[in-house]
């Protein structure tokens, strides 16, 4: 196996600059996307990348209204813990905080609308929804992720960069990285679309995508940034909704 790299340095340092392009590009083909499938009315609820809030998938969240989906936030805040992590184990420790108040919004969804929900994640956000799909089959219909890092996190141009902000100390060999990628891939009843990116800035694809039942891997050029406001994203996950779910 190939050593676990994160994306090349022009990719991440052009991020900021192809999701602009990206924006612009969407607010151009805005009127075309209306073509795409409507949905069944289902609740959607979409999961903010590391640091995000759900401001930064409002317009996504808009285009499902649009297409007759509820379409919710997870209504937790920023995707961000209150304290330093300066180890992936103190991660772990937040992540798994974070899927208990999650369950509870999805008890709470379900029970008022009666329908299997919907969930769509953004890079982290996306490890949350690939988790939940193991274990709430009764409550999640299925899940979509955009440039979720699912293997190693070494993998991210963002490891070594949170790791001297958060002035972590643990060796990169001490952190048990397979745990972290052996649970995002469990197996799970609930079909999932992984969408990924070969030219993501800050998530590499070697670790972008699942090998289990019932995952689907789509490839689409954008930025990592931009993945929630990227036309060919937004056509890919009005397809996946729409289309009836049978075993992948």
């Known amino acids: 196996m190939d050593a676990i790299t994160p994306p090349p340095l022009h990719l991440s340092l052009s991020e900021t600059w192809r999701a602009g392009i990206e924006i612009t590009e969407l607010a151009c083909k805005i009127a075309t996307l209306q073509n795409t499938p409507k949905g069944d009315g289902h609740p959607v609820i979409t999961l903010p990348g590391y640091g995000g809030a759900d401001g930064c998938m409002a317009l996504l969240r808009y285009f499902l209204k649009s ?6 936030g997870w209504g937790l805040g920023r995707n961000m813990p209150p304290n330093r992590i300066t180890s992936l184990a103190e991660m772990n420790a937040f992540q798994a905080d974070l899927l208990l108040r999650l369950n509870r919004q999805i008890d709470t969804l379900f029970e008022s609308t009666q329908q299997k929900i919907s969930l769509i994640g953004w890079s982290l956000g996306g490890n949350y929804a690939n988790l939940l799909a193991q274990s709430r089959p009764d409550a999640i219909r299925q899940v979509i992720t955009l440039g979720t890092p699912y293997g190693d996190p070494r993998g ?3 490891w070594k960069i949170l790791k001297c902000l958060n002035r972590g100390k ?8 397979e745990a972290w990628a052996h649970a995002n891939n469990g197996q799970r009843e609930v079909p999932t679309t992984v969408i990924y990116s070969p030219i993501d800035g800050i998530v590499s694809p070697q670790i972008a995508k699942l090998s289990t039942k019932n995952t689907e891997n789509i490839a689409i ?18 397809e996946v909704l729409a ?4 075993p992948m």
């Open 67 to 72: 297409r007759g989906y509820q379409s919710y």
């Open 156 to 158: 991210t141009s963002a």
């Open 170 to 177: 643990q060796s990169d060999a001490s952190q048990n990285t």
């Open 221 to 238: 050029n954008s930025s990592h940034i931009g993945f929630t406001a990227n036309a060919k994203v937004y056509r890919i996950i009005a």
């Open 243 to 246: 289309r009836p779910l049978h």
